[in-house]
């Protein structure tokens, strides 16, 4: 999925998560828990998502919000170094070659299998490169997987 932060779209489909980390905020005044996540997409640019929750005294109900920030290269770098956050893969530490940013991994597949895939694919919302690299993320050792971007809202 495309999506529009602050007049700059992102990829969130094919975007990397990078750290993730939970903490206590305000949200309009509201004391809030934040399940925050920072990502990075193909093209380097960072972005973060926060999953919301607090309790709205006048709806007497917990609320659930998704807020999507960009993030510049420093903001980036100092999330990872602030707080206690998880850092799942750290972009600052191994600088990658500008030629190396994107892979390419060519696998053959019987007609028939291939064509199950795009099926797949296309019933999920996603181009079959997309499709292909979630089930690769998801063969990953746990603590390796890459969560999606994007969560529906309640």
Partial sequence: MKRLIDGVTYNTETAVLIAKSDYEG??????????????????GAFFIVEYISY?????????????????SDKD???WINTGVVEVILNPFEDKI?????????????????KRKI????????????????????K?????????APVRAEP
């Fill in 26 to 43: 305000d949200w309009n005044n509201e004391s809030c828990h934040i399940d925050g996540a920072l990502y990075q997409t193909r093209g």
């Fill in 55 to 71: 309790w709205d005294r006048d709806l007497e109900d917990e609320v659930h919000k998704t807020r999507f920030k960009k993030c």
């Fill in 76 to 78: 980036a770098r100092e």
């Fill in 97 to 113: 070659d500008e030629d190396e940013t994107v892979g390419t991994v060519y696998v053959r597949l019987p007609a028939a299998l």
């Fill in 118 to 137: 795009e099926s797949a694919a296309e019933a999920g919302g996603l181009s079959a490169n997309s499709w292909a690299m979630r089930c690769f993320e």
């Fill in 139 to 147: 063969c990953l050792p746990d603590e390796e997987r890459q969560a």
